[in-house]
């Protein structure tokens, strides 16, 4: 999983990041076609709850129900986000939502065009057991299936590197 955190949306459109992923590096060209099937969303953040980002990440995709969007998007906002930094192991939440289609770009087409996102659940902790639990209720047929989510799929990360925004100009 990369994230990229942006003040606009409008920064992963631009004219300049648009020029750069229509013109990859020798190295990125080589690269590319190993990564297959890959998801690319554009995403705006419906909700966030707790601090940090911690060592371990989950990332669950999935499609709400049309007939019950916003009931399943209250459960989470007013349940789940809430309840996921009190848990023993657990620090942060992020609800996403799909806000627009990625432009195909010539490092898109040396790999397969990407898939999109719809909706997505982020979720960190420092114990990468407590973070795979919460993924596991969740997916369960009792979590999100029984409020509406569809094509739920989840996979977990463990925290490799960060830099901020200071940091990449330096």
Not at 14 to 25: F, G, I, K, Q, V
Not at 30 to 48: E, F, K, T
Not at 78 to 103: N, W
Request: negative net charge; contains cysteine.
């Amino acid at each position: 999983m990369v994230l990229y955190e942006v003040e606009s949306l409008a920064t992963l459109t631009s004219a300049a990041y648009l020029e750069r992923l229509n013109n990859p590096t020798p190295w990125t060209t080589r690269m590319m076609p190993h990564y297959m099937g890959m998801n690319r969303g554009l995403c705006s953040v419906v909700g966030s709850s707790g601090f940090g980002q911690g060592s371990a990440a989950a990332l669950i995709r999935f499609t709400p129900q049309a007939d019950q969007a916003a009931l399943l998007t209250g459960w989470l906002l007013d349940e789940v986000l809430l309840a996921i930094p009190k848990a023993t192991g657990l620090g942060s939440a992020h609800l996403l939502q799909g806000a627009q289609q990625a432009p195909m770009t010539n490092e898109q087409r040396i790999r397969g065009a990407d898939l999109g996102v719809d909706s997505a659940l982020i979720v960190t902790g420092y114990d990468s057991i407590s973070v795979g639990s919460c993924v596991t209720s969740l997916c369960a047929e009792s979590g999100l299936a029984a409020r509406g989510a569809r094509q739920v799929s989840a996979a977990t990360y463990q925290w490799s590197y960060s830099l901020d925004s200071a940091e990449i100009r330096a």
